[in-house]
């Protein structure tokens, strides 16, 4: 009897015990985001990259991941805060335009513009917010604008400073890790201007890219140790990924670099364009020029030509009502120069999404991920259905699909820890019934 009794206690602690990380563990719904811009897929393979090497031990690394088509910052960011496809979401390019007003305006500045992303998708943070949830943006693109009248709660939008300040970057973590840990936000997305910013400047094959990939990784050895100091270990998840990789730009003599002037007269056929941006170019032409352009455009070398209702529909951008009709993707390495070349990136993006110098990193960790998990490579569109579980949330209507990622999850169901400690009470059971 004295003996059934202490097995009583025992029991009751246990039942005790065992609900405490379980309720937490429900309510641990953090999420910690983080993109560095313009990393490309293999990066980290040909520099010393000891954190980074640590994380695909302890968590999930995918071997890449690809980005929609248009393989550019503000459009690539926002399908992976929606999980929907750039024709969807209408952020279809970096910059805001305008092709009847020939309104241009500037990346950072397009960043506070919300007539340029509230399209009536919700990106992640509004949609998490509506559930109960505490969201800010540092930085993320996209986290600056407000959707249907509502912002993130809490903001901080890129300013113009160096993109590459070490000190700063470890004090952005530390204003992350104090949201999470002392005023209870669910969800944050932090963004890094590099390695693109370096791989524009220098060129992806510069010595000055491994240097930031090891500032890069001392930053994230940082993070994780940040994540201690603050007892997140137990409840905060972690994605890093990126926008889109970066490839060198092929100049002279090397190549004949394109000039699209000497194909149309840009100023007689088209009304509106946006070239000297990479590889990925817009054009509208002048009323009943467009089959002439269409043609021009077609017998220049080393890129491809689209009207815009003929894009192929793997893109997913034939659907955009602002993209104008004619949109030309450069072969990998050329930049769309229009009349001169005044053109001074070593390195760029916005080529095919097929090309593997577009493709970029996914890596994840926390109490939610399988350690020592490699991923075979899927589309970033499926990053949101992936986040929505991680917070426990319902998502939006999106393109993505779980089933890609959820591979990656400890618990499939969700039932696999409560699964345990049932068996530990059946266990404790049968001990008392047989003390009896
Ligand atoms: C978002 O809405 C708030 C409140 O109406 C307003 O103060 C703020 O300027 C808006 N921000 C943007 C980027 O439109
Ligand atoms: C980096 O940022 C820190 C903190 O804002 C500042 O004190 C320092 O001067 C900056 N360093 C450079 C090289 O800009
Ligand atoms: C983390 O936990 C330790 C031990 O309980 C405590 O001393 C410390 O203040 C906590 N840190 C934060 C940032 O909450
Ligand atoms: C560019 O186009 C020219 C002319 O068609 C062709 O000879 C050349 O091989 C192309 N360059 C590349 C790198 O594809
Ligand atoms: C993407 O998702 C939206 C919302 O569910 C849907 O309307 C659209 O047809 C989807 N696009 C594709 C290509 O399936
Ligand atoms: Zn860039």
Known sequence: MKMRLELFLVLTAVISAAGKPLSKAAAGNKLLLISFDGFRWDYDQDVDTPNLDQLAVDGVKAKYITPPMLTMTSPSHFTTITGRWVEDHEVVHNMMFNTKTNLKVPHKQTLTRSEWWDNGVLPLWITAQNQGLKTASFHFPGGGANYSGQAVNRVKVEAFNPDDNETEWQQNIDTVMNWFSKEDFNLVTLYYGEPDRVGHAKGPDHPDRKTIIRQIDRTIGYLREAI????????????????????????????????????????????????????????????????????????????????????PESFHLAKSERLPPIVVVADLG????????????KGDHGFHNGEMDMKTIFRAFGPAFRRNFLSEPFDSVHIYPLMCKLLHIDPAPHNGSLSVTEEMLLLHGG?????????????????MFAAL
């Open 334 to 345: 050329f930049n769309l120069n229009s009349r001169f070349i005044v053109y001074v990136n």
């Open 228 to 311: 201690d100091l603050h007892n997140l270990t137990d409840s905060l998840n972690v994605i890093i990924t990126s926008d889109h990789g970066m490839t060198t730009i092929k100049k002279r003599p090397q190549v004949d670099e394109i000039i699209l002037n000497k194909y149309l007269n840009l100023i007689k056929l088209a009304s509106f364009e946006i070239l000297d941006y990479g590889g990925f170019g817009i054009l509208t032409p002048r009323p009943g020029r467009e089959q002439e352009v269409f043609e021009a455009l077609s017998n220049a070398p080393n890129l491809t030509v689209y009207k815009k209702n003929q894009i």
């Open 415 to 431: 039932g696999s820890r409560r699964a345990s400690v049932s068996v530990t009470l059946m266990l404790l059971m049968m001990l």
